[in-house]
T-cell receptor, first 119, second 114 residues
């Protein structure tokens, strides 16, 4: 259980175009979804946190207009990289969590990631 | 802000040898800490959290408040333990409640040689 998928698994696009990446929780309703990026041989960096039906909360230094996040349902969040440039090439990973109630931390379940290459 | 340091970028041991992956934290309050693991070509997954005090795949981690450490240990490493390990403290997400966000350490790549 608790499977998260991402689509596409990889994408190559031309500079200046926009790319949409989907993150789906397949067998649970995700109250919160997270988007990370990971450069080669580096750690994951949280980009933003999103809750269904509300605006995403971006981490410091992440451009909201550049990385548009939509969390339209409890099973789907999308990340759109607008006007992509070569420096946006990276591995984008989403995760999802659901509330179990109580005050303990909800485990995050990670997607397999999407490799974006901007030419 | 919650921060962790994983001083070793690479760690190589032989099969059957003990292994310790270091993680030091520096923040106030009662810390919560997780260890995440990423095996080759697989997605990131939770290995263990300190509050559960459980052993997963033979790994344990004890929170040492005096040394501000949460080192991951295994007495006898196996080849299948080769992976990238991340220490991560959670912090409350903006939505509050029990949702949290993770700040990952830089990770340690463990290689267990036959």
């Amino acid at each position: 259980g608790a499977v998260v998928s991402q689509h596409p698994s990889w994408v190559i696009c031309k500079s200046g175009t926009s790319v949409k990446i989907e993150c789906r929780s397949l067998d649970f309703q995700a109250t919160t979804m997270f988007w990370y990026r990971q450069f080669p041989k580096q750690s994951l960096m949280l980009m933003a946190t999103s809750n269904e039906g509300s605006k995403a909360t971006y981490e410091q230094g992440v451009e909201k207009d550049k990385f548009l996040i939509n969390h339209a349902s409890l099973t789907l969040s999308t990340l759109t990289v607008t006007s992509a440039h070569p420096e946006d090439s990276s591995f984008y990973i989403c995760s999802a969590s659901f509330s179990r109630g109580g005050n303990s931390y909800n485990e995050q379940f990670f997607g397999p990631g999407t490799r974006l290459t901007v030419l | 802000a919650q921060r962790v340091t994983q001083p070793e970028k690479l760690l190589s041991v032989f099969k059957g040898a003990p292994v310790e992956l270091k993680c030091n934290y520096s923040y106030s309050g009662s810390p919560e800490l997780f260890w995440y693991v990423q095996y080759s070509r697989q997605r990131l997954q939770l290995l263990l959290r300190h509050i559960s005090r459980e052993s997963i795949k033979g790994f344990t981690a004890d929170l040492n408040k005096g040394e501000t450490s949460f080192h991951l240990k295994k007495p006898f490493a196996q080849e299948e333990d080769s992976a990238m390990y991340y220490c991560a403290p959670p912090s409350r997400a903006p939505s509050g409640g029990s949702n949290y966000k993770l700040t990952f350490g830089k990770g340690t790549l463990l290689t267990v040689n036959p």
